[in-house]
């Protein structure tokens, strides 16, 4: 899958969160799921985590 050619997403100079691959990528993704709908996700590409941009900040917040 070539997520910067198919989707625009954009590969981080940051390692996943869940895997610490640096493979990570920020952008929309298409997808089914109604709360990543039309929001700028984090994709790791070596494992698969997704998470809203929105969602990963309030969790950076309230550490």
């Not at 070539?2 to 993704?29: Q, R, V």
């Not at 298409?30 to 709360?35: C, D, L, R, W």
């Amino acid at each position: 899958m070539k997520l910067k050619n198919e989707f625009g997403m954009n590969i981080l100079l940051a390692h996943c969160p869940n895997c610490d691959s640096s493979s990570l990528y920020c952008g929309t993704i298409p997808t089914a799921i109604k709360s990543l709908a039309n929001k700028e996700v984090l994709f790791c590409k070596a494992c698969k985590f997704v998470i809203s941009v929105d969602e990963y900040k309030k969790m950076l917040w309230h550490v």
